[in-house]
């Protein structure tokens, strides 16, 4: 049969407790209102329900082996509690229309969500993503200019392949501790659940080059900005051109790019990890604070701009990364950080003005810092130590010295230098490097506990970390710099995210000293 129509004409119909099937759409509306309430709409030809600019309420009702459950193209939806199974598309609104949503459950359907397309360049909009079920975006959404998004926490908004967000307008992105927000793809099931209902047959993608869907663009022309407490995965970029934007708690995993042109980009207390590219700045300045960056490859890149990087981690880069890359900087100050397990350089400085201190650079496969730069720059009070080629390099065509005294090189008898400290035992430094006088010690330890406990009755650990030929045992250790390795930061994390355990401690394998006992 053909269904239950509305017109323009039709104002006020409500179905409730009504069990309406086999319709070729079960319900049409054009240009009129409904309410339905603990229902059930099944077996649809088309659609349970095709509302097209009308006004539609549906509540504690069953939708159920139909292709779409619920169809609008906009008007309004306010659709709460209510329970989708064996739908092709539970619910396919278009951008157009006013939604409001939660409570819902879908499964068993071939999307689990609520399925969203459209195109809105033209269209001023408001509109909110409140939680509930999954969004998922078949159409990339576009914010204009006079147009204002706001996610609300605990939204998981899945895309498309090729599909992303371009803001010219206000997007509002603000998640909480307890409920942060996602944006990933349409094929991760970590988050949300099977939203594409394939099983394992399909799976998240990144790489080098492409990732599943296209990202977030921030236009110039965006305002009124918010981004914190937030989860990016598998998308191709995150660019910023010519925005001011402070991020608080980002997590960034598994991505291609993150680009800022212009600006002035802060990101706090954040993880970016697992990422194809660097995190790049160019023509603009960037603060990171609090935040991790790892397995990312060349790690963090300023490009003619100011960086700051205090209190952060920058590690375990592939074998070809540098952590930091300074290119034409204007001002860069890398201060309380820990640079560790890059592939290549630790630091690779051409800049201005650099002021390097309070720092842990140690395990980069070349040197901790290259100097590129005839630039003055201050490098102080850092632990520079088990760099794989030096811990400073000068590059010969770099004019001038590089002040480099009151750092901690690995050993008490300072850097190694062939003509300037042949007895040096820690980490060697170039020529033009005025070292003179050093740290006979580690800098003062991050505040914290000690890394390891030893508690009577309870058999412990041992811990290693991967060197670049061979694999170093750190605890029990074998000399005092494995114990540096250890230290943790003020936040009670290991400084050195490269360390693991294997193996139970049942008796030592390192040699103890009798020495002192008169033995």
């Known amino acids: 049969w053909q269904g239950v129509n509305f017109y323009s004409l039709s104002t006020g119909s409500q ?13 049409y509306l054009e240009s009129s209102d409904l309410k339905i309430t603990n229902s059930l709409v099944s077996s649809a030809d088309d659609a349970a329900i095709d509302s097209n600019e009308s006004s539609l309420i549906v509540q504690n009702s069953v939708f159920d082996n139909n292709y779409y459950g619920i169809n609008t193209t906009k ?17 396919y609104v278009d951008y157009e229309t006013v939604l409001e949503n939660g409570g819902n459950s879908m499964f068993g359907n071939k999307y689990n ?13 408001k509109k909110t993503f409140y ?58 099931d970590s988050y949300g659940g099977d939203t594409n209902g394939d099983g394992d047959a399909s799976l998240p993608f990144s790489d080098i080059w492409d990732a599943d869907w296209d990202g977030i663009y921030y236009d110039q022309m965006s305002h009124d900005l918010e981004l914190r407490n937030v989860i990016i995965k598998y998308s191709h970029y995150i660019f910023f051109g010519s ?24 990101i706090n207390n954040s993880d970016l990890r697992h990422n194809s590219n660097c995190i790049y700045t160019y023509l603009g300045k960037m603060t990171i604070n609090n935040s991790n960056i790892k397995d990312t490859r ?11 990087l205090i209190n952060s981690t920058v590690s375990d880069g592939n074998w070809m990364s540098r952590g930091v890359s300074i290119w034409s900087g204007r001002e860069t100050n890398i201060v309380g950080s820990v640079i ?113 406990a030893f508690i009577p009755g309870i058999e412990g650990s041992r811990l290693y970390r991967q060197g670049l030929l061979f694999e170093n045992q750190l605890w029990e250790p074998n000399r005092n710099d494995d114990v540096r390795k250890l230290f943790m930061n003020a936040s009670g ?27």
């Open 15 to 27: 179905f409730e407790y009504a069990n309406v099937k086999y319709g070729s759409t079960n319900f």
């Open 75 to 91: 008007g309004s939806l306010v659709f709460r509690d209510n329970i989708f199974t064996d739908n092709d598309f539970p619910a």
């Open 113 to 125: 969500g609520i399925g969203l397309y459209g195109h809105l360049w033209r269209v001023d909009f």
């Open 131 to 188: 939680k509930d079920i999954p969004y998922i975006l078949f159409d990339s959404l576009d914010v204009n200019k006079n147009s204002a998004v706001t996610i609300e926490p605990g939204v998981v908004i899945k895309f498309d392949d090729n599909v992303g967000i371009s803001n010219y307008g206000v997007l509002k992105v603000a998640g909480t501790e307890e409920d942060p927000i996602v944006l990933t793809s349409l094929k991760d």
């Open 243 to 266: 925005v001011d934007l402070d991020i608080e708690k980002l997590t960034y995993d598994n991505n291609v790019n993150f680009f800022a042109d212009r600006g002035n980009i802060t």
């Open 298 to 308: 060349n790690g963090v890149c300023s490009d003619r701009s100011s960086l700051n």
């Open 340 to 452: 560790s397990g890059n592939g290549n350089h630790g630091i690779y400085l051409d800049s201005a003005s650099t002021t390097i201190s309070g720092n842990f650079i140690f395990g980069n496969g070349r040197s901790g810092i290259y100097m590129a730069t005839s630039s003055p720059a201050t490098i102080v009070n850092n632990d520079i130590y088990e760099n794989g080629d030096f811990g400073i390099y000068k590059k010969t065509s770099a004019l001038g010295t590089v002040e480099a005294k009151n750092n901690w090189w690995g050993d008490a008898s300072g850097p190694y230098h062939g003509t300037l400290n042949p007895d040096g035992k820690g980490n060697a430094v170039s020529d033009g490097v005025i070292f003179d006088p050093w740290l006979k010690a580690s800098i003062k330890k991050p505040k914290g506990f000690s890394s390891v």
């Open 493 to 519: 994390k290991s400084i050195d995210t490269g360390i693991y355990t294997r193996d139970i401690i049942k008796e030592t394998n390192t040699p103890v000293s009798t020495g002192s006992l008169g033995m």
